[in-house]
């Protein structure tokens, strides 16, 4: 009998053990991660597989990682939430190697009426890495009594700032795309952002940075600088086919 064949069976047939172990074989196995399906599956061969409950996928060995069955190229969801008075976001353990590249969206409000920065610092075995070597460029358009642009650009900071001083009271939404946070090799991550700063000041940013070391990021941690604090939805998508 074929692993994941049909089998009739014939009256009081014994179950052999190599029966019982190609019934086993035929199953889907049901775990929360890659890491929980790689300990209880020692034995696993190409094309075992498993279903993955924090993404509801389920996932295929190829015979070097789990890789999401029956995807075609877009978006797939792997965690969010919300957020209130929340002076960050951070999030351990959602970069994983069955996706190579990331988005992250967030929508809300700032909550303090100070205007400050929103940064962003990757995280690695739940900590943040405040290693100086974050390097980006941005460039900004804004209103301001009246029509405006800058450029800003830093090397060798402990984080990337999305922008400047033009989080406060208002809307803003910000989409991170994170490069190959898993690999070991320098991320690099591209953002856009939109803040409804009042009614007469409004502005968008867009940037490139690099994180330049060959750590494998796990996570992630966006905040606000200062006493600023957010209130709002945020979500992660792994890249299928990236």
């Keep these: 009998m074929a692993a994941g064949s049909w089998r009739n069976w014939a009256e009081a047939e014994l179950v052999t053990e190599a029966l019982f172990q190609d019934i086993a074989d035929s199953l889907v196995f049901i775990y929360s991660s890659d890491s929980a399906a790689n300990s209880a599956l020692t034995n ?26 029956g995807t075609t190229p877009g978006l797939n969801y792997i965690t969010g939430g919300t957020v209130s008075g929340a002076t960050g976001i951070d999030v351990d353990d959602c970069f994983t190697s069955t996706y190579r ?14 205007a400050e920065q929103l940064r962003l610092q990757m995280n690695a075995s739940s900590s943040h890495d405040t ?16 029509a ?49 700063y009042n009614d ?8 490139a940075g690099v994180k330049d070391e060959t750590t494998a990021f796990d996570g992630f941690y966006l905040y606000c600088d200062d006493t600023q604090t957010m209130t709002g939805t945020w979500k992660l998508y792994g890249l299928v086919n990236s």
Excluded at 104 to 109: A, K, P, Q, T
Excluded at 200 to 207: D, K
């Design 44 to 69: 696993k061969v190409e094309g075992s597989i498993y279903y993955n409950t924090t993404t509801n996928s389920l996932m295929a060995w190829s015979g070097a990682a789990w890789v999401a069955v």
């Design 101 to 114: 590249n990331y988005v992250l969206y967030f929508d809300g409000v700032g909550v303090d009426s100070g």
């Design 131 to 146: 290693t100086a070597n974050s390097d980006w460029a941005g460039t900004t358009e804004y209103y301001i009594s009246g």
């Design 148 to 196: 405006g642009s800058s450029v800003t650009a830093y090397i060798d900071i402990a984080y990337f700032e999305l922008v400047g001083n033009f989080i406060k009271d208002s809307h803003f939404s910000v989409v991170v795309d994170f490069l190959a946070p898993q690999a070991t090799a320098a991320t690099q991550i591209y953002s856009k952002l939109a803040t409804h």
């Design 200 to 207: 007469t000041e409004q502005g968008t940013v867009q940037l």
